[in-house]
């Protein structure tokens, strides 16, 4: 299962069934997930824990020191889940000390190639980051949510539950669950529809959204009071209960 050429520490950990193609380099304090693929020239540093029945492809960098100029070589994590595939030329970062000294990304999600998780991330489950897409450093991205391809995300901004931004969108603010953004800078293009009708929500649940959503960008209303409005909602709305949390506890604002 290790091709002879690839390059494994000793401390690295790898359980039953791991793959490794030619010319990967596997560093210390690595630990692997059995079944996991890991294709030929990747770098994987540590320490970091990657799970089970991941898929990792030729030249990804996973686990390398963060890009930022107040890291001193302190001892930061990354730990990665199961069953997810990172494409060609992925990049993810380790976390710092500023923060939890962790990046962490969840199950079942596509990094797409060239797409980039920065330092102190947080990634959920079930998330795309199509081609080229960036997340600066502590950007946190919520289960379901997708990233079209060449997004990019300024550090500290939070990507809601069920949303989706289009192709090349610059987003600097917090994206609600839910919603479509777009542009440069992105702004709000209504509801997820689509994303949602597929995940199973039904008719119901996508009226009490397409009102939530009128109630927060065209009624007129201050986001404050747009807010109250939504949190009243959400108490005969279960599914909204996830929209008015996240307004209250948005730090940098939102899409508007």
């Known amino acids: 299962m290790i ?7 000793p401390s690295a950990e790898l359980d039953e ?5 030619p010319f990967s380099v596997i560093g210390p304090g690595v630990r692997i997930g059995k079944g996991t693929e890991i294709g030929p020239h990747v770098v994987l540093r540590g320490p970091s824990r990657i799970g089970e029945e991941n898929r990792i492809f030729q030249f990804a960098s996973i686990g390398e020191d963060p890009q930022d100029k107040k890291y001193a070589g302190e001892t930061t994590y990354l730990e990665i889940g199961d069953r997810n595939q990172i494409r ?4 993810v970062h380790r976390g710092t000390a ?8 969840g199950s079942d999600n596509l990094l797409m190639a060239y797409s980039h998780v920065a330092h102190d991330c947080r990634i959920g489950d079930h998330v795309i980051l199509a081609n080229a897409a960036s997340l600066g450093g502590h950007v946190h991205v919520d289960d379901w949510a997708i990233l079209g391809g060449f997004s990019i995300v300024h550090q500290f901004c939070r990507i809601g539950r069920h949303s989706f931004s289009a192709m090349g969108s610059a987003i600097s603010k917090d994206v609600p669950p839910f919603l479509m953004v777009g542009g440069h800078p992105a702004k709000p293009h209504g509801v997820n529809s689509e994303g ?6 039904s008719a119901v649940q996508l009226s009490a959204i397409r009102r939530a959503y009128k109630t927060l960008y ?4 201050t986001l404050a009071a747009a807010r109250e409005q939504i949190e009243l909602a959400a108490s005969e ?16 604002s939102i899409v508007r």
Not at 88 to 91: G, L, Q, R, S, V
């Open 218 to 221: 065209t009624s007129g209303l």
């Open 3 to 9: 091709d002879p050429h690839a390059l494994i520490d």
């Open 88 to 91: 060609e030329f992925a990049t």
């Open 237 to 252: 709305n279960a599914e909204l209960r996830l929209m008015a949390d996240f307004l209250a506890s948005s730090e940098r």
């Open 196 to 201: 949602l009708k597929r995940r199973q929500f």
């Open 17 to 21: 069934g791991v793959k490794v193609g």
């Open 98 to 105: 500023q923060d939890q000294s962790l990046t962490r990304i």
